[in-house]
Each structure stands twice: as C-alpha cells, then as structure tokens.
C-alpha cells in the first residue's frame, strides 16, 4: 500500500486512491496503476472472465469528520473491470465539526465494462458525509453500479448523509440526482414520501448498449423497489428497506435480471 500521498490536513485526512485498467492482449485485463492511499487500500482479486476484481479495503477507520477521500478508476478502451470492498464504509464522527467528503470519479471507454459492486455505506450518529459519484461513459461502454446507504447503526439515529450520483454518456446527461438523509436534511426525509419508516436505501443503474431502443418499462419489484428506464440505454432500480439485508435481496434480485 502506498501512503506517501495521504496527508494530514488540518481538518483530517486527504487520500485518493487510484484504478486504470486496460486490455491485456489475451482476452483479459491489466492493472497498469493500483495505487492505495491513505485509509484506501487497494488488492487485485481473482476475477472471472475478462474482468480484472480489485477490493478496496479499509486500512483504518475512515471517513470521519473533516476527513477528504476519492478513489478514481479510469477503465480504458475494451478493458473489463470489476470492483467491491471488503467490509460496508461506515461514516463516524471526527475531531472536527467539519463534514467528511468522499468522491467517485469512473470513466468507461469505448468497448469497456465497469460492475462498481461496493459494501453499504453506514451513515453513523452524529457523523456528516457528503459523497459524490461521478461517471463518464463512451458510447459504448456498459456500467453496472449498485450504491447502498444504511442510516444508523443498530438501534441509533443516522447521521447527515448528501449523497449525488452524476452520469454522463457521450457527454450528455444520462443521471442527476441528489439525496438528503439526516440532521439538517430537508424535512420529510424520512417520512411516508420518502423512506416510509425504513432504515436502508440503495439503487442499481444498469448502462448497457445492448438495450438499444427496447430498455423494460416502469414497474414496481415488491412493496419498496420501483425500476425505471432513463433516457438512454439504461434502466434504474431505487428501493428502500427496514434493513440493509432486505435491501440487498432486492437489489441482488435487480442484478440477476439486468446484471
């Protein structure tokens, strides 16, 4: 693991870690650059097929207050990657009363494949994070990306959660959408119109050229889920949940389908 680049801000930890993935000349894909940081550490997995796994594991604890993380994954042209983690992110308090940031920056070349497949992230009392995933697609490129939020840990309140998930195809707009949970978010956030008394929340976007013109059209999954097409080659499920394990059986269920 590589830690020279982490450091110490007044306000916390500033660290970006670091995936470029490219064809390997054998029908599979290389890692040119793996680079960890800070509390962001990076390990090559075994895959399957042509994707090349990376897990991202947590050195320490992290994000916490004041705290500034990224990773990046530039996926170049006819390259496959598949990335997880090995445990859920759980979001703490810190020394400051400033917010933690964490960005996702993935881009998807011409031909490539990205499954951005991470553990929930944990929204704990008295915590402040805002994350921000931001996605640049290829015409071609497909993008499998699921993201989960579970707000509180057992028996507590959620801490303050801003979450928005940006993607770009072709340079176009494909998805823009911001989400506020917690102290401090709009009122209603965890009522009926909302979350309706539940406790996890998640989505799977699903980019695949294959859809062409023909994406499924709008339907409910169970009592909390609802699927989406969006303008593009592209399907959303958004659900929420008592708990992240329900969540994850309705999001798992989206991902045999459309995955």
């Known amino acids: 693991m590589t830690t020279a680049m982490a450091a110490l801000a007044p306000a916390g930890i500033e660290a970006t870690a670091r995936i470029t ?5 054998r029908g599979g894909t290389r890692l040119p650059v793996l680079e960890s940081d800070g509390p962001l550490a990076l390990r090559r997995t075994r895959g399957t097929g042509p994707y090349a796994r990376v897990t991202v594991v947590g050195a ?3 994000p916490l207050g004041g705290d500034r993380l990224a990773i990046e994954a530039d996926v170049r042209t006819g390259a496959a990657l598949a990335v997880d983690s090995a445990a859920a992110t759980v979001a703490l308090p810190g020394r400051t009363p400033e917010p933690a940031r964490y960005d996702v920056r993935l881009t998807v070349g011409e031909d490539a494949d ?23 697609l290829a015409a071609s490129a497909r993008l499998v990306l699921r993201e989960e939020q579970t707000l509180g840990r057992y028996g507590e309140e959620a801490g303050t959660l801003i979450t928005r998930l940006t993607v770009h195809r072709c340079g176009r707009p494909l998805l ?3 989400l506020s949970y917690g102290p ?10 909302v979350l309706g008394g539940g406790r996890a929340t998640g989505q799977l976007l699903v980019v695949d050229p294959a859809f062409g013109d023909e994406c499924p059209e709008t339907r409910l999954l169970g009592d909390g889920a609802v699927l989406a097409p969006l303008a593009g080659p592209a399907v ?8 992240a ?15």
């Open 21 to 25: 993935a490219v064809p390997d000349g």
């Open 184 to 193: 401090g978010a709009p009122g209603g956030w965890d009522g009926a119109a």
């Open 236 to 243: 959303l499920v958004t659900a929420v949940a008592a708990d």
């Open 176 to 178: 823009d959408q911001e």
């Open 60 to 62: 320490m604890s992290a």
């Open 245 to 259: 394990l329900q969540l994850r059986r309705v999001l798992d269920g989206a991902l045999r389908t459309f995955g």
């Open 114 to 136: 990205l499954r951005w497949l991470p553990e929930p992230l944990i929204s704990a009392r008295g915590s402040e994070l805002r994350m921000t995933t931001r996605v640049e």
